[in-house]
């Protein structure tokens, strides 16, 4: 209900605009009523599991409620999925001739709306989880991007110190007349070997100055707000019997119930006297008469009662 309902309200918003901190807390404080307390409006706290592990899929632990902030970002990243790759769309066209002629984006100051400066910030992370295959090289930083087997920057950082320009295109390299002219001379020992290294890359990478560059996911397909979302928590480990929990064939109040057993968060009297709750002095198990104390592990393996029932 919170990811039909509730959580819905926003998305058309956040497809166009980075929401502010206070309108996205806002939301989920009232995902957390929903989902804790219900209809009581006067009751507050008992949030028995951390945000961060809600939000997470059901698969890696969570209960898969969206994490709006992350889900804000893959949806506003379609827009610099399209503007890398020079869609034919308007306001690309538009953005391109009237700020970045003869600039790579992420290399120049800020340009242009408070919409498009939201947008253009989140290039770190785009770039993060793209390559770009080389056409002309407009659009790719020679030193930061990964457009070769690793960054330039990471694989020759001596003589990436000695470079005139910090942000200058893999077109104005491949345009230079000599490759001296890039860097501050003379060159160290280190850095001069990795010159000779990387004049070597450089006449062994195809280089088509006719065709433009293309940013794909690292993932080889196009880009796509739920692949991203996704491949966010891809290298979460968690326990395979979650899976079998969230498939089984029951009821949603029971599942809930269950995980609520596998993340250790059931109200017993010992998780009630471990968050300072429990008022009562004496902490047993009331179901029988062996004097344990009342834990999860009790309540459903070892409590005679319970194995009755």
């Known amino acids: 209900m919170i990811n039909s309902a509730i959580t819905p309200i926003t998305t058309y918003a956040m497809c166009t605009i980075k929401l502010p901190k ?3 807390d806002s939301v989920d404080r009232a995902r957390k009523q929903f989902l804790w307390r219900g209809n009581d409006t006067e009751k507050k706290g008992d949030n028995l599991v951390a945000s961060e592990t809600v939000q997470q899929p059901k698969d890696k632990g969570g209960l898969g409620i ?6 804000n970002d893959a949806l506003l990243m379609k827009h610099l999925s399209k503007f890398y790759n020079k869609e034919n769309i308007p306001w690309v066209r538009l953005v391109w001739n009237r700020y970045y002629t003869n600039r790579v984006p992420h290399a120049a100051r800020e340009w242009g709306s408070f919409w498009w400066k939201d947008v253009l910030r989140l290039n770190i992370i785009f770039r993060g989880i793209s390559k ?6 407009p659009l790719v930083c020679f030193w930061d991007d990964l457009w070769t087997d690793s960054v330039l920057s990471s694989k020759y950082p001596r003589l990436a110190s000695f470079a005139r320009k910090d942000g200058i295109s893999v077109l104005e390299v491949m345009q230079a007349e000599d490759l001296d002219t890039l860097f501050l001379l003379p060159l160290s020992q280190q850095a001069f070997e990795e010159m000779e290294n990387l004049q070597a890359q450089l006449q062994a990478l195809p280089y088509d100055e006719h065709s433009p560059d293309q940013w794909t996911p690292k993932w080889g397909s196009k880009y796509t707000s739920r692949r991203f979302y996704r491949e966010v928590f891809n290298n979460m480990e968690a326990h395979p019997i979650l899976k079998v929990v969230w498939k089984a064939r029951c009821t949603p109040r029971v599942k809930f119930f269950a995980w609520l057993i596998l993340v ?7 998780m009630l006297r471990r968050h300072h709750l429990n008022i009562q002095d004496n902490d047993t198990c009331v179901l029988c008469n062996t ?4 834990t999860i592990e009790h309540l459903f393996f070892d409590c005679p009662f319970a194995k009755d029932c």
């Not at 770009?132 to 090289?137: A, M, N, V």
């Not at 250790?264 to 010992?270: A, Y």
Request: net charge negative; proline share 0%; glycine share 16%.
């Open 22 to 24: 206070g309108v996205i």
């Open 66 to 71: 969206i994490n709006l902030r992350l889900h």
């Open 132 to 137: 770009c295959e080389l056409g002309d090289g």
């Open 264 to 270: 250790d968060r059931l109200n017993t009297k010992s």
């Open 291 to 294: 004097g344990e104390v009342e």
